[in-house]
């Protein structure tokens, strides 16, 4: 049994995207759990066979996300004294004993490789959670999945 996860660094998003389209990834593992409010178990499942190209995740919200991650990693690094590193956008973690499971994550810890995902949202419910110290469901499945692979 292989402990590191192998790592492939991409030239470009469109070739990561190609990559990702052939296993699982952190953000597959919502709808593949039945939790995507956009995608559903099914259509995931046609994208992976190629039946039906992925949706693209854009918008508003999800630039406005990964536009704000260097500034909250930062932040976390000051308020914890703990260091985090950025994989890149274009890397991906393979699982060592299942290589379709994959990820790319937010930050790595300095000390282990472990994931920090970030989160930004302004929705109500998910932040009365965060507030009382609890993870949102999604959030807890895509930190898991990251948890698994690396």
Do not use: C
Not at 15 to 27: E, I, K, N, V
Not at 53 to 72: I, K, N, S, Y
Not at 104 to 114: A, E, I, N
Not at 123 to 132: G, R, V
């Amino acid at each position: 049994m292989t402990t590191t996860p192998g790592k492939i660094e991409f030239a470009n998003r469109e070739d990561w995207l190609a990559h990702r389209q052939t296993g699982l990834g952190g953000s597959d593992i919502l709808a593949a759990l039945g939790m995507d409010r956009y995608k559903s178990t099914y259509t995931l499942y046609r994208e992976k066979r190629g039946e039906v190209e992925p949706e693209p995740v854009d918008g508003v919200d999800a630039e406005l996300g990964h536009f704000l991650e260097p500034f909250m990693a930062k932040w976390f690094q000051q308020e914890t004294g703990r260091v985090v590193a950025d994989p890149g956008d274009f890397t991906i973690y393979e699982h060592p004993d299942r290589p379709h499971l994959r990820v790319t994550p937010d930050y790595l810890f300095s000390d282990g490789g472990h994931p920090l995902e970030i989160k930004t949202t302004g929705n109500p419910e998910q932040i009365a959670l965060w507030k009382a110290g609890e993870t949102p469901a999604a959030a807890g499945a895509q930190i898991n999945m990251q948890m698994e692979v690396l």
